[in-house]
C-alpha cells in the first residue's frame, strides 16, 4: 500500500487524500453491490465503503466473509459525510487482509456481564469499554497535572506494607521471606514521611483491600491519588479536594466530551461542579438522615422506580409479540436483543424497588456514632446536585491517626467527599493527629501494636506539624464522571471477590 497511514481521529485533515487505515473490523454489513465496513484503529470508529466494480470483483468476494475483529488495512479516498459515524468516511481503493478471525466470541448482540467480564481481555475491544479506558486515562492526567503543576512532589509508597494502614479486617496477607505482612491498603503513613521532608507531596498507586462484599463501588485491588500538605488546616483541606476534584472533572470535560456523550453522560451534571461544594457536619447528616425530606424523597423514588419498571414490563410484552409478525431475520435479532437488554434493566428496578423501602428504614434508625453506610451516602448525594464534603465523624468509625478535634474530642477532623448523583465517596480524608501522646493513645484503643508504628510514631517525636490529605479513589471517580453504575467497567482488569480471570 503506497498511501500515508493515519488515524481516524485525524480523518479530517486529509479530506480528498487517499490514506491508509490499519486496525480491525467492527462489524459490516453488505447491500448488493456495496460492502459498508465499520473499522476501528484504536483512536475511533469509520466507515469504509467498498464498490463491487469490475475491477474489485475478488477483494470485494473476500472481504465480504471476514469475521468481526479480523485485521485488515484500508486504502481509500477520505470524504466528509455527515451521516457517517464520526462524521467521514473511506472510499475504499484496495484492502490488505492481516489476519482472517472466525467466530469472534463477543458479537454486537447483547451478552450478560458475567460472560463480558470472563472475556474481559476481548471486552476492551468494544466501543463503550473503549470510551470508558479513555476517559480513564484522562482522569489520571488530571489528577497529575493538577498535583504537578501545584508544586506536589512525588514519593512512591511501599506496597508490601509492615502494618494496617487502616484497619485490620480488610488486610490482604502475604509471606514475605517467612514474615507475614500485607498488601498496602493506603500509601498515607509513608506518604506523611515525605510530606515533613518536601512539604507537599503525593503517592499514585494501587491499593489492596480484602472487600468481602460484593458491592457496585468495591473492588479488592483498585488506584488511589493521596495528597499530603504540611501546615495545612482543615479549611484548607476541604479547599484542596474542592479544587482537586473540580481540576479533574474540568480538564475531562474539556478533552473527553465525546467519549462522555457516547456514554451518554449528562454533561450539565458534570459542569455543575464548581465550588464551594455543600458542606455538612456528620451531625447534620444525622439530621437529613432523619427529616421529611429525606423521606418524601425516597417515596418519590419509588414511584418513579415503579413506573419505569410497569413501562418496562409492557415493551418487552409488546416486543415479544412482534417477534412474531416480523419477516425479516434481522428484525428479529432486533427485537430478541431489546427484549433481553429491557430484561437486564427490569431486574435491576425491582430489586431498587425491593431495597427502597429498607434503606428508608435504615435511614428512619440511623444513630450518633453509627457509620455512613452506602445507601445513607448514596441518598445523600442524591439531594445534592453538587459533591458533599462531610466532616467530623465519631472517633471510633474511623481510622486511628485522625486528628481529634480539640473542640468536641468524640469526632474528629475528617474529610469526606460525596459525588452528586447518587454516587457516593469518591474521597476520604482528614486532617492527621500530630500530638504524640493522644496518637499513641489511638493506637492502643485501636487494638494496633504500638511497636509496628514507632517509625510513624517518630513523625510526632521529630519536628511534628499540624498536617492533612486525603485519598482519591480513581475508579469511584471515572464511575462517576462517565455515569456508569458499576466500578468493575472502570478498569480493564477489576479485581472483585471470585473475580480474577483474566
Ligand atoms: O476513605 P479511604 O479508606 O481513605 C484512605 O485510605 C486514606 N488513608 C486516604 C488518605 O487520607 N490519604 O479511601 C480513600 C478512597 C475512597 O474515598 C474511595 O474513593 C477509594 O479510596 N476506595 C475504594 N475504591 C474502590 N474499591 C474499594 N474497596 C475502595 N476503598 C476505598
Ligand atoms: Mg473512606
Redesign the pocket.
Known amino acids: 500500500m503506497q498511501a500515508e497511514t493515519v488515524h481516524v481521529d485525524k480523518l479530517s485533515e486529509h479530506v480528498g487524500e487517499e490514506v491508509v487505515l490499519k486496525g480491525w473490523l467492527y462489524n459490516s454489513r453488505s447491500s448488493g453491490k456495496v460492502q459498508f465496513l465499520i473499522f476501528r484503529d484504536g483512536t475511533g470508529l469509520c466507515q469504509a465503503v467498498l464498490e463491487k466494480t469490475d475491477d474489485k470483483v475478488n477483494l470485494f468476494n473476500e472481504v465480504k466473509h471476514l469475521g468481526q475483529e479480523s485485521s485488515l488495512c484500508v486504502q481509500g479516498i477520505v470524504r466528509q459525510d455527515e451521516r457517517s459515524v464520526g462524521g467521514y468516511e473511506l472510499a475504499v481503493t484496495d484492502v490488505q487482509i492481516v489476519h482472517k478471525t472466525e467466530g469472534y466470541p463477543i458479537t454486537l448482540k447483547h451478552h450478560g456481564p458475567d460472560f463480558l467480564m470472563k472475556h474481559r481481555h476481548l471486552h476492551l475491544r468494544s466501543q463503550r469499554q473503549w470510551a470508558i479506558a479513555r476517559v480513564r486515562h484522562t482522569v489520571v492526567e488530571a489528577i497529575r497535572k493538577y498535583l504537578n503543576e501545584n508544586d506536589y512532589i512525588l514519593v512512591d509508597t511501599p506496597i508490601f506494607s509492615p502494618a494496617a494502614?487502616?484497619d485490620k479486617q480488610s488486610l490482604f496477607n502475604v509471606d514475605y521471606f517467612g514474615e507475614e505482612v500485607a498488601l498496602a491498603?493506603?500509601?498515607?503513613l509513608h506518604?506523611e514521611a515525605g510530606c515533613l521532608s518536601l512539604g507537599k507531596v503525593y503517592c499514585f498507586g494501587p491499593?489492596f483491600?480484602a472487600?468481602k462484599s460484593k458491592t457496585r463501588?468495591?473492588?479488592?485491588e483498585?488506584w488511589?491519588v493521596?495528597p499530603?500538605v504540611a501546615y495545612l488546616d482543615m479549611e484548607g483541606l476541604v479547599e484542596l479536594a474542592e479544587e482537586f476534584t473540580c481540576a479533574i472533572v474540568e480538564h475531562t470535560l474539556k478533552h473527553r466530551r465525546a467519549e462522555l456523550e457516547l456514554l451518554g453522560r449528562d454533561l450539565s451534571d458534570l459542569k455543575k461542579v464548581q465550588r464551594p461544594f455543600y458542606q455538612l457536619r456528620y451531625s447534620e447528616v444525622i439530621d437529613l438522615l432523619h427529616s421529611q425530606k429525606i423521606k418524601d424523597h425516597l417515596e418519590a423514588k419509588l414511584e418513579v422506580r415503579r413506573k419505569q419498571l410497569a413501562e418496562l414490563e409492557k415493551n418487552i410484552e409488546e416486543w415479544t409479540a412482534q417477534q412474531e409478525s416480523v419477516k425479516k431475520q434481522w428484525q428479529k435479532e432486533k427485537l430478541a436483543q431489546q427484549i433481553l437488554e429491557a430484561r437486564d434493566e427490569a431486574g435491576d428496578l425491582r430489586e431498587q424497588i425491593e431495597n427502597i423501602p429498607y434503606h428508608m428504614e435504615l435511614a428512619a434508625a440511623f444513630e450518633w456514632g453509627k457509620d455512613l453506610g452506602g445507601s445513607d451516602e448514596t441518598i445523600i448525594s442524591e439531594l445534592h446536585d453538587k459533591p458533599v464534603c462531610v466532616t467530623h465523624y465519631p472517633k471510633e468509625v474511623k481510622?486511628f491517626y485522625m486528628r481529634l478535634d480539640r473542640d468536641d474530642p468524640r469526632v474528629v477532623e475528617n474529610l469526606?467527599v460525596l459525588a452528586s448523583q447518587g454516587y457516593g465517596?469518591?474521597?476520604?480524608?482528614?486532617m492527621r493527629e500530630e500530638d504524640f501522646d493522644i496518637l499513641l493513645n489511638r493506637i492502643k484503643e485501636f487494638g494496633l501494636d504500638p511497636a509496628a508504628y514507632e517509625w510513624y510514631l517518630d513523625l510526632r517525636r521529630y519536628g511534628s506539624v499540624p498536617h492533612g490529605?486525603?485519598?482519591?479513589?480513581v475508579?469511584?471517580?471515572v464511575a462517576w464522571i462517565t455515569g456508569i453504575k458499576h466500578?468493575r467497567e472502570t478498569i480493564a482488569y477489576p479485581r472483585m471477590m471470585g473475580k480474577l480471570y483474566p
Open positions: 494502614g487502616e491498603q493506603t500509601g498515607q506518604v491499593t483491600r472487600e463501588r468495591h473492588l479488592t483498585f488511589m493521596e499530603e481510622a469526606d465517596e469518591i474521597i476520604g480524608g482528614s490529605g486525603f485519598g482519591l479513589g475508579e469511584r471517580t466500578i
